[in-house]
Structure formats: structure tokens, C-alpha cells
């Protein structure tokens, strides 16, 4: 098994920054894909940023690019996401999800990033 635990999340005034990190745990050579997700009030979950475990390549929502940036430090099992010019619509819950073949993947339980206009 993998355990996720995020953090980083807080408020911010629009145009803002915040870091998100996500330190993982357990079983970690088994993830392929590290991936950020949020889910704003009475809307589906929505993938936002990817990166794979090993080599770096990264992939964006077309929402987010040219904003965010999604890196990670396998040293310390981690992955961040970097958050620039936020908008009130980057409101949601952010989830730090790592895709394991063969298995559903695993989650954390969620940091709540709220941008104030």
C-alpha cells in the first residue's frame, strides 16, 4: 500500500501563491504516475497536474498551464505543487492521488485551497 498525506493548502487574495506538497509513503517503488486533483463545492473531481514517479515528464489541465507547476523529490518520496497567479475558480479541495498498476490508486485526504478575489 501507498499512504499520501498533503499539506500547503490556506487562503490567498487572487493573484497569490501557495505550495502544495504531498510526502508519500509505504510501497513507493510501485507508483507509475503522481497526480494532483481538486473538487470545488458541487462539482466533480477534476484532474489537474501529473508527473511520472520516475521520469519527471509532467502534464497539465489546460486550465492551470502556464500557472502551476508540478515537480517532485524522490529522495524524499515527495511531489509539490506550485501555484502562481491564483484564481477564485482554483478554489476546491486538492488531492494528491498516486497511480499504482493493478490496484485503484491511492489518495490523501485533501487540502483546501480558498482564493478570495
Known amino acids: 500500500q501507498v499512504q499520501l498525506v498533503e499539506s500547503g493548502g490556506g487562503l490567498v487574495q487572487a493573484g497569490g501563491s501557495l505550495r502544495l506538497s504531498c510526502a508519500a509513503s509505504g510501497r513507493t517503488f510501485r507508483i507509475y504516475y503522481m497526480n494532483w486533483f481538486r473538487q470545488a463545492p458541487g462539482k466533480e473531481r477534476e484532474f489537474v497536474a501529473a508527473i511520472t514517479w520516475s521520469g519527471g515528464s509532467t502534464y497539465y489541465a489546460d486550465s492551470v498551464k502556464g500557472r502551476f507547476t508540478i515537480s517532485r523529490n524522490n529522495a524524499e518520496n515527495k511531489v509539490y505543487l506550485q501555484m502562481n497567479s491564483l484564481k477564485p475558480k482554483d478554489t476546491a479541495v486538492y488531492y494528491c492521488?498516486?497511480?499504482?498498476?493493478?490496484?485503484?490508486?491511492?489518495w490523501g485526504q485533501g487540502t483546501q485551497v480558498t482564493v478570495s478575489s
Open positions: 492521488n498516486a497511480d499504482v498498476p493493478g490496484t485503484g490508486g491511492y
